[in-house]
């Protein structure tokens, strides 16, 4: 496959698994985290599709067009092995979806981020929140979600938080 070709795949997997997780949280209440601001074009995507929403932005160098930048109360500038578990006091159960773009090209890298991110992405979470990433995350308590039907399998990975169970709610074993 052509890189055009794999390129197109990865923004119609996008676009598809943006426009099911919108659908589902529009009238949810909390806030989207969107990682990665690259050009904006996911960004736009989610303000279209969520308006009521706040979107938070996470970049390391913002270099948007400015019509595709969040406002600087949107956007929290800086690596995200710092910026993200600095988000949990302020946003602590409170993503209902978070979008994860960070990949790259580099197979080491995107494990290392995959790492990272499984690990620092739950306490940030509402109960059914929604995760959308590439590449796929291991994150306990999350249920793999079917991708919509025109996208290409373990393209992009949906996936729904599902709270921990509590002992006291654990089911009685005979």
């Known amino acids: 496959m052509s890189r055009l070709d794999s390129f197109i795949n990865r923004v119609i997997a996008q676009r598809e698994c943006l426009n099911a ?4 949280i529009a009238n949810r209440d909390g806030v989207v985290f969107e990682l990665g601001l690259g050009n904006g074009r996911t960004f736009d995507h989610l303000r ?3 308006p009521r929403h706040e979107i938070f932005v996470f970049e390391r160098r ?3 067009h400015p019509k595709s930048t969040p406002d600087s109360d949107h956007l929290i500038i800086g690596d995200i092995t710092e910026t993200l578990p600095a988000a949990v006091q302020r946003f602590a159960g409170r993503v209902v979806l978070l979008h ?13 981020i995959a790492r990272f991110l499984s690990r620092a992405i739950p306490p940030l979470l509402a109960p059914d929140a929604i995760i ?4 796929a995350l291991d994150i306990p308590s999350t249920q793999r979600l079917p991708l919509p039907e025109t996208v290409q399998k373990d393209r992009y990975y949906m996936y729904r938080w599902q709270l921990p169970m509590v002992a006291s709610e654990a089911p009685i074993q005979e």
């Open 21 to 24: 997780a919108s659908a589902e």
């Open 48 to 50: 279209e599709r969520l």
């Open 62 to 64: 913002p270099a948007a």
């Open 100 to 112: 994860s773009d960070l990949g790259s090209g580099d197979l080491e890298e995107n494990a290392r």
């Open 132 to 135: 959308l990433c590439d590449p």
